[in-house]
């Protein structure tokens, strides 16, 4: 049963481009979100967060769209860069805890000169 | 000012044998936060802990598994007997506070078993 769903494993964009990556909730109640992003052998690393009562944020090439009926978030990097080469993961909170998170399954992004 | 230490960074365990994992939070935390990663998925939220004390361990599987939190020392994760599906990545985290403050994560433990 998943609460948070990262439908697409990978996504290959060419530097410079926009990447678009695309996170799934189920739970209405949800009210604070957040992106980390994630290189191979290293822990996660805090991006972005979101609250319920926007529906963007913005910070440098990252912003962050949130859709609350459509119980969907987004995460924006323009333009790419190879460095943001990495799995990225939303997380979402468990209610009570702030960083007691559910996490999704990650979407590996490629940056291509 | 060194962040979250996990140690060691890679462990191979037989399958039976136990496996302990460290965790150091960063100087000034409290809090600290394990997450297990299989392969292919997300983290999985295991346990909570604050100094010498379980605050939430609904993640925690019902057998072998146990984490402690000493007055002084690292958090130790510990699995007993350990089984092939054992094998995963082991994240920690840590955080000044228990709300509205970020976690920072290690490097996480990777566990085999052989």
């Known amino acids: 049963d998943q609460q948070v769903k990262q439908n697409s494993p990978s996504l290959s964009v060419q530097e410079g481009r926009i990447s678009i990556l695309n996170c799934d909730y189920t739970n209405s109640m949800f009210d604070y979100f957040l992106w980390y992003k994630k290189y191979p052998a290293e822990g996660p690393t805090f991006l972005i967060s979101i609250s319920s009562i926007k529906d963007k944020n913005e910070d440098g090439r990252f912003t962050v769209f949130l859709n609350k009926s459509a119980k969907h978030l987004s995460l924006h990097i323009v333009p790419s860069q190879p460095g943001d080469s990495a799995v990225y993961f939303c997380?979402?909170?468990?209610?009570?805890?702030?960083?007691?998170?559910?996490f999704g399954a990650g979407t590996r992004l490629a940056v291509h000169p | 000012n060194a962040g979250v230490m996990q140690n060691p960074r890679h462990l191979v365990r037989r399958r039976g044998q136990e496996a302990r994992l460290r965790c150091s939070p960063m100087k000034g935390h409290s809090h600290v936060y394990w997450y297990r990663q299989l392969p292919e998925e997300g983290l999985k939220f295991m346990v909570y802990l604050q100094k010498e004390n379980i605050i939430d361990e609904s993640g925690m599987p019902k057998e072998r598994f146990s984490a402690e939190f000493p007055k002084e020392g690292p958090s130790i994760l510990r699995i007993q007997q350990v089984v092939r599906g054992d094998s995963a990545a082991y994240f920690c985290?840590?955080?000044?506070?228990?709300?509205?403050?970020?976690?920072?994560f290690g490097q996480g433990t990777r566990l085999t078993v052989v």
């Open positions: 985290a840590s955080s000044e506070g228990q709300s509205n403050t970020e976690a920072f």
């Open positions: 997380a979402v909170p468990f209610s009570g805890g702030y960083n007691k998170l559910i």
